[in-house]
């Protein structure tokens, strides 16, 4: 039976969307190393799914490993999520971000061609766009990345483009999302970073829980409503049907297309806190400090293609965000880590 191969399906986004793929019907197969999750995350996915489906810890660099993968099972499509995503961590280490976010896509791109499995969805990332002082970006807007984490994601799209320029076989469909947040209502599944949180909202969560004394605000003198920097946030649930509704069109692309991600409305910094605060009733003290380099002012998502070609649009507000990711935290105030361990 054709199934879809998941890799980092045990993570953020792939854990919502390997749920979000079972529930319309396909069947699945997870690879993932672990390295920012657990495989706690796959087991509550099996369980609100109320079906299995089968999981290999593997590194996607490891070939022979995703070889076997790729024997055992008829793999007709991969979404692929498999990477190191902390932009701080790929300044500081950026041959690990190299070697990990294109060797594992290079490899992963070897065994689909010689498995004549030619069907890609890759996660790439708002950071690929260039900055501008003020952006709701189009898929067409400059590419221009400032730290190595977004450096791989052109690369790879760039790698992607040159590869089915080269082979019509090839169809790949490449989602450049915003700023996913927010957890499965079910408080389930959510986010759960291994060590410190570098996201605006598991800083928040955190903050609200009292394992942070306060949200520092880097900036309040940008050219926005209320100074603080505007971002496109996107429930995780959204993003997850995405990635179905992105398999259903693949067969209609073209070589390799991409598209946004986003609900094209952007939040400022202390809109989000004001809503969270509102949504959950907890307080969340903030501080302004100096601004961030390399941060912009405003960058919101042009959402259009993907509403008119994917028939794709997002439906949940902040306050849904806000609501699910509360929830989230609050039943799982260590993440999957704790679960494991008492057991
Ligand atoms: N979360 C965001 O804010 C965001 C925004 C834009 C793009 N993205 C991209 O979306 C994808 C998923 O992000 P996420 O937030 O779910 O991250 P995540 O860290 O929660 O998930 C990534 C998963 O991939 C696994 N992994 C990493 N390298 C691997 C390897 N070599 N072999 C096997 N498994 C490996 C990790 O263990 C983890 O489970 C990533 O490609 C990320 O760059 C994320």
Known sequence: MACILVTGGAGFIGSHTTLALLESGHDVVVVDNFTNSNPEA????????GRGFLHYQLDVRDHSALDAVF?????????HFAALKAVGESVARPLEYYLNNLGA???LLGVMGAHDCFRLVFSSSATVYRMAAESSFREDAPLEAVNPYGRTKIFA?????????????WKVIILRYFNPVGAHPSGMIGEAPQGTANNLFPIITQV????????????????????TGVRDYIHVCDLAQGHVAALSLIEQVNGAE?????????????????????TTGRRVPCRIVERRPGDVAISV??????IERLGWKAGLDLTAMCRDGWRWQ??????????????
């Open 42 to 49: 796959l087991q509550r996915v099996k369980r609100l799914a």
């Open 71 to 79: 024997r055992q099972h008829n793999i007709s499509a991969v979404i």
């Open 105 to 107: 896509l290079m490899v």
């Open 157 to 169: 799209e760039k790698i992607l483009c040159d590869l089915s320029a080269s082979d019509a076989n």
């Open 208 to 227: 609200a829980m009292g394992a942070l004394p306060e949200v520092r605000v880097y900036g309040n003198d940008y050219p926005t409503h209320d100074g």
């Open 258 to 278: 991409a598209f946004n991600l986003g609900t094209g409305r952007g939040h400022s910094v202390l809109d989000v806190i004001r809503i969270f605060e509102l």
């Open 301 to 306: 998502a042009n959402p259009a293609k993907a």
């Open 330 to 343: 609050e039943q799982n105030p260590y993440g999957y880590a704790l679960i494991e361990s008492t057991i």
